[in-house]
């Protein structure tokens, strides 16, 4: 049932489609189309599910029925041929991935369709990944496999693990992120007895992997709970030595911009992000992510590193390059670009740039 409704609410354009609704107009509820089946209110979900089981997993369509328990079946109709349509994506996310990706726009909708997979990363402070995977093995009976790139990363291979009940969780042993996450924070190349300004830290999630790599971070958010929520993950990692809260950006050998952004590349972390997230981030992210490279600029004595989990040039490259033509004391030393149907990763964009 959990997966039924994960399906309808991530299918629900396509879905609709397939009922013989009028997808051209759809905000989240289908519009009857002229020539689809009459329904009231009531029977949109029934319909909905009932081309779930049928047009999507394939059941026979008397399965179905006697499954939702809808009297007369939807009409058939072949797949969709436009993107919105056939991936189930709001109008202007069509149009913005086509614009940002051409011909593999496609195949990354296809990537964010399914559930990304469950990465976590091994804390450093207490063990390695190889330990790690063992002691999940022999005490949870948790499978996981050593991911490509990140070298503290382990992907879960066990479905519908018990993490958070397994011993090495409760030991402070893992924390589940990512692999592109923690790209990024390898990106800042962090030092043992260096500083690092972690200049949105949120919940803390590259502050653990920083400290976990030996600097000093320095915490800092504007949201407060998220603060409080990092001191408590800082506990159970036994990191609260490498870790500091600052309530005011202050200089530091490297500066991560972990920067709040329109989260596009997150979009198959949830049925919901896709319908949730705004086109108005597209414009109102880049002006608070230019200032927060502006502080960063100010404050790091090494490198900035400056990271982003969307797709949107105007948040992205423009940002980076817009950066580089007022900031010439620095020089671009990496550019990291991931996405799902090419990484397996989430979607991130990430540039570094080192003092000269």
Same mark, same amino acid.
């Given at each position: 049932m959990v997966e039924a409704v994960f399906g309808v609410a991530l299918w629900r354009r396509r879905l609709a489609w397939h009922a013989g609704f009028d997808t051209s107009l759809y905000t989240g509820a289908p519009v009857p189309h002229p020539t689809g089946i009459s329904s009231s209110g009531s029977d949109i979900p029934v319909i909905l599910l009932t081309c779930l089981l049928r047009d999507l997993a394939g059941l026979e369509e008397a399965r179905a029925l006697a499954i939702t328990g809808l009297a007369t079946p939807p009409p058939r109709l072949p797949p969709p041929a436009r993107l919105a349509d056939r991936w189930s994506l709001p109008d202007w996310l069509e149009s913005h991935l086509e614009a940002e990706l051409g011909a593999e726009a496609d195949a990354f909708c296809s990537a964010i369709a399914t559930p990304g997979p469950v990465c976590l990363r091994a804390n450093r402070l207490l063990t390695t990944? #190889? +330990?790690?995977?063992?002691?999940?093995? @022999?005490d949870d009976r948790i499978a996981t496999r050593p991911a490509q790139r990140a070298r503290d990363a382990l992907i879960v291979e066990t479905r519908q693990a018990n993490l958070f009940g397994a011993r090495a969780w409760q030991e402070g042993l893992f924390e589940p992120q990512d692999e592109g996450s923690q790209l990024i924070?390898?990106?800042?190349?962090?030092?043992?007895? @260096?500083?690092?300004? #972690?200049?949105?830290?949120?919940?803390?999630?590259?502050?653990?992997?920083?400290a976990a790599d030996g600097a000093l971070v320095l915490a800092h958010d504007v949201d407060q709970g998220r603060l409080d929520r990092l001191r408590t993950r800082a506990i159970r990692a036994c990191a609260t030595a490498k870790i500091e809260i600052v309530h005011t950006p202050c200089p530091a050998d490297r500066v991560l911009v972990d920067a709040p952004c329109s989260e596009l590349g997150t979009l198959r972390r949830g049925p919901d992000a896709r319908w949730r997230i705004e086109k108005t981030a597209l414009e109102t992210c880049p002006p608070i992510q230019a200032a927060l490279l502006e502080t960063a600029a100010e404050n790091a004595r090494r490198r900035v590193v400056y990271a982003t989990c969307t797709l949107n040039r105007g948040e992205n490259e423009d940002i980076?390059?817009?950066?580089?033509?007022?900031?010439?004391?620095?020089?671009?030393?990496?550019? !990291?670009?991931? !996405?799902?149907? +090419? #990484?397996?990763? #989430?979607?991130f964009f990430a540039a570094a740039w080192d003092r000269r």
């Open positions: 990944r #190889d +330990r790690l995977a063992h002691r999940l093995a @022999e924070g390898l990106l800042v190349e962090a030092q043992p007895g @260096e500083t690092v300004l #972690d200049l949105c830290a949120g919940a803390g999630g590259k502050s653990l992997q920083l980076a390059v817009q950066f580089e033509r007022t900031h010439a004391e620095f020089r671009r030393a990496a550019t !990291l670009t991931l !996405l799902p149907h +090419r #990484d397996g990763t #989430d979607g």
